[in-house]
């Protein structure tokens, strides 16, 4: 029987934990481990690993011959070549998030264009007659990637009568976002795509423009990005800081843009709905279900 490892609180449901019971003798864990270290003890002599982000992106090279069924889509941090050394398998839940990501976009754009933030359950004002927004109809918007999140996005953006482009891999980017007053950043992080938001790229966008991320920083100059919305090319930015631990509110990245007046941050946690849970916790146990099986599905690594 496999020994089984559920290494911190995943939000797992009667129906999910009857699920993995039945697949082996399974250890859960329903607290964040304090430590990389305490995460690395819960998982000795596991066969199949399932854990968030927190210690395994720090000691996952320090298992060896494991399964591991992550709950979640980006796992650039991993070493495919260690992976292989230490005989660690790792699948993932591609698209789990796609639904509470896109939604996250849709709403910082709502809130950067009609300035909703400062008007809600607002009691005093010196304007008698309050400034005039931008509304979304036919503005021009750039969506970076055309995977789950871009996909689902520009299928809203659309129903919003706003006129919708994609940048793939191949096209060029600078004439991508010549016209944009929105774009959205939702690229993978890879070999390709590292640094590709550079200098040149914020300098090249349309005066007036807004940007919105979700994505790695190791993609986008975040003093670029900053620097762009000093010099007035960017009027807005939302940023979900995604390379941050969730929920850290005292990360020193995250604090630079939450800092900004014209920034809307989030601490890494455009993707946190009841929805994702479901959908990732469902797909990580089929993946074990497959595994045990012998036939791998989602397999990154």
């Known amino acids: 029987m496999k020994k089984i490892v559920v290494a911190q609180d995943l939000g797992l449901n009667e129906e999910e934990r009857a699920r993995l019971n039945k697949l082996g003798e399974v250890k859960y864990y329903d607290d964040l481990p304090e430590t990389p270290e305490e995460w690395l003890k819960r998982c000795q002599n596991a066969d199949i690993v399932c854990s968030g982000k927190f210690g395994l992106k720090q000691k ?12 979640f889509v980006a796992v ?10 230490k005989n660690i398998k790792v699948s993932n839940c591609p698209g789990c998030n796609k639904e509470a990501v896109s939604e996250w976009v849709i709403a910082m754009i709502l809130n950067l264009f009609r300035d909703l933030p400062n008007w809600i359950n607002k009691l005093e004002s010196t304007n008698r007659v309050p400034k005039e927004t931008k509304g979304l109809f036919g503005k021009n918007i750039t969506i970076l990637g055309q995977g789950n999140i871009g996909s689902r996005v520009g299928r809203i953006c659309e129903a919003l009568d706003m006129k919708v482009t994609f940048f793939n891999r191949g096209d060029d980017l600078i004439l991508s976002i010549k016209n944009a007053d929105i774009v959205v950043n939702t690229l993978g992080n890879n070999k390709s795509t590292k640094g590709l938001l550079d200098n040149k ?10 940007f919105i991320t979700v994505t790695s920083s190791e993609i986008y100059d975040a003093q670029a990005l900053l620097q762009a919305l000093e010099n007035g090319i960017l009027a807005g930015v939302a940023n979900d800081c995604s390379s941050i631990q969730v929920g850290d509110v005292y990360d020193s990245f995250y604090k630079q843009f939450a800092e900004h007046p014209k920034v809307l941050a989030t601490p890494h946690i455009s993707y946190n709905t009841d929805v994702t849970d479901r959908k990732a916790n469902k797909m990580m146990i089929d993946n074990i279900e497959a595994y045990i099986d012998g036939n791998l599905i989602n397999l990154v690594c």
């Open 60 to 71: 996952y090279q320090e298992l060896e011959n494991v399964f591991l069924s992550l709950p």
């Open 76 to 85: 650039h941090f991993l070493d495919p070549e260690k992976l292989k050394e």
């Open 201 to 210: 790229f914020f300098n090249s966008l349309k005066f007036g423009a807004y």
